[in-house]
């Protein structure tokens, strides 16, 4: 009787930690993510209440937490939130779109004589996709079909194909406007235009790496990358006279919207916007007349991309519109794209709008699961065991957060990017704060910027965590973007030859988040310069 007494007083005193444990092997169940949260919410809230950790009434107040009202911040009336289902309609509209297929035809064409061009083309393509779209498997499995088939018949290695595309393609969830960093922000109460602004110079840093890896791998090797025939892509050359047309077209645009910002116009109307939309309706129009002649395929695949980036990631720096905000009007923009590429029908229109509506639904789930989660942990003084256990280990802090990193980077072997942000993310959090006056000189905070130390050391460790989460779509056995590629890649590609592509492209992963946390300039300078 005294030994089951002594297990029951063990497991009261640490039903946080067993709390944690039994998420974990719900995860590993294999069941679906909301109900393995909300699951074992429910039952170890039961078991709070028997061991007098909360009264019964404390379930109601879930239902506060995550509807939101009465000056409560509910994840359904969080208005920061509302940017999520805008991204997913944006980012599911453009893979319907030509978008994709347009910008890697010109970069083809444009890099066609450069070692290694075809993959440098889907590594620039998946970084400026990555700026119009946070959605990582239509992201995936548009490339695939577009880039692989292309680099296989061109006899390129097809562990260097693969690799190539599965990390271009990832980018996304770190290049703004990405729906990580809207959950992040939300997760930490801060600024999603500061974490939008943020991300920027690491997500470029990475894809300047790919770069850098594809261009040296295919001077050493020429082999696993062979250089595209001369026949394989043919313009029509380009009508100087339309270019010089453009050109000074374009230039009486931008010098009438300059001369009319010097007025009292620019109170009643945004001439910046206007004249940047109207040199966009100019090019697609004779980019369409130039038809497949270098200079109209130049139109036709750079300025759409550009356009929605612009419109996007602009609109913010700018001033033009909150990150909320620039979501609507990124969604608005995917549509006008569809429109122009002659995609934009009712069953498309129909489709696009099922398919959000089913991923929204899904990642709101989640975070009602998480919220019930969380709740309950911090009921069971599961974050004060956390703190307890940091402090037995007497860690100095840079040792504590290459730990916090570790810990991230394993989970995202066996845990999606989701699942590791609503979990670890808030438990983290305060460790991270309390290590804040650690850092304060490395981050520079002698008058170089002008948050507040924590917050300052907040962004940072977000921006590290979204880099190490990068890795998670890439490392076996669960990289998703794996699994994504594998589904439409032609029978002779092995899930072998994918799992050897991508190993280089996760040590350059590490290699860019260890640049960020050696500079954190990296992360928060470009922050500290625009939105102060």
């Known amino acids: 009787m005294e030994f089951i007494h002594a297990i029951l007083e063990h497991f009261e005193e640490f039903l946080g930690a067993y709390m944690f444990l039994g998420l974990a092997l719900s995860l590993f169940s294999g069941l679906p993510v909301a109900f393995a949260l909300g699951g074992v919410a429910f039952i170890f809230g039961i078991l709070a209440i028997i061991f007098g950790y909360m009264d019964f009434k404390a379930f109601f107040i879930i ?14 009336q969080n208005p920061v939130l509302v940017a999520i289902p805008c991204f997913i309609f944006m980012g599911t509209m453009l893979e319907r779109s030509r978008v994709a297929a347009d910008l890697l035809h010109i970069l083809q064409v444009l890099l066609r004589r450069v070692p290694g061009g075809l993959a440098l083309s889907v590594t620039v393509m998946g970084t400026i996709m990555a700026a119009t779209t946070g959605i990582i498997g239509a992201s995936v499995v548009m490339m695939t079909l577009l880039a692989l088939p292309t680099m296989l018949k061109q006899n390129y290695s097809k562990s260097l194909a693969t690799g190539t595309i599965a990390s271009s393609a990832t980018l996304g969830i770190l290049i703004p406007p990405s729906i990580m960093l809207v959950i992040m922000a939300s997760l930490l109460s801060v600024s999603v235009g500061n974490l939008f602004v943020g991300a920027l110079l690491p997500g470029l840093l990475l894809s300047g790496l790919y770069f850098v890896y594809i261009s040296i791998l295919s001077r050493v090797k020429p082999e696993v990358a062979p250089p595209l025939p001369e026949d394989m892509i043919q313009l029509k050359p380009s009508d100087m006279a339309r ?64 356009f929605l980036v612009t419109l996007v990631l602009g609109s913010i720096l700018a001033g033009w519109a909150t990150p909320t905000e620039a979501a609507g009007v990124g969604a608005f923009g995917s549509i006008v794209l569809a429109a122009f590429n002659g995609t934009l029908t009712k069953d498309v229109l129909t489709d696009v709008v099922n398919r959000t509506t089913m991923t929204t639904a899904m990642i709101f789930f989640i975070f009602v699961g998480a919220t019930t989660f969380s709740f309950i942990f911090r009921a069971v003084y599961g974050e004060d065991l956390i703190l307890e256990f940091i402090d037995f280990l007497d860690f100095h802090d840079w040792a504590l957060l290459f730990l916090l990193m570790f810990v991230v980077f394993l ?88 799992y050897s592509g991508i190993i280089p492209f996760v040590i350059l992963q590490l290699i860019g988040l260890a640049a960020v946390v050696i500079f954190p300039e990296i992360a928060l300078w470009l922050p500290g310069q625009l939105l102060d």
């Open 63 to 76: 239902t506060t937490r995550i509807w939101g009202g009465d000056g409560a911040s509910g994840a359904v």
């Open 411 to 498: 989970l995202g072997f066996f845990f999606d990017w989701l699942e590791i942000t609503l979990i670890v993310l808030p438990v983290f959090s305060p460790v991270v704060q309390a290590m804040a006056g650690t850092f304060a000189g490395h981050l520079g905070m002698e008058g170089a910027f002008h948050l507040d130390l924590k917050e300052e050391m907040i962004y940072w460790y977000a921006i590290l965590v979204a880099i190490n989460l990068q890795t998670s779509f890439l490392t076996p056995p669960f990289g998703f973007a794996l699994f994504y590629m594998k589904g439409v890649a032609p029978p002779e590609v092995k899930m072998q030859d994918i």
């Open 243 to 306: 270019v010089r047309r453009y050109l000074m077209i374009i230039t009486t645009v931008v010098v009438v919207a300059v001369g009319l910002s010097y007025t009292g116009l620019e109170q009643h109307l945004n001439i910046g916007l206007t004249a940047f939309l109207l040199i966009f309706a100019i090019s697609m129009i004779m980019g369409r007349s130039e038809g497949d002649s270098l200079f109209g395929s130049v139109l036709k695949g750079f300025i759409p991309p550009i």
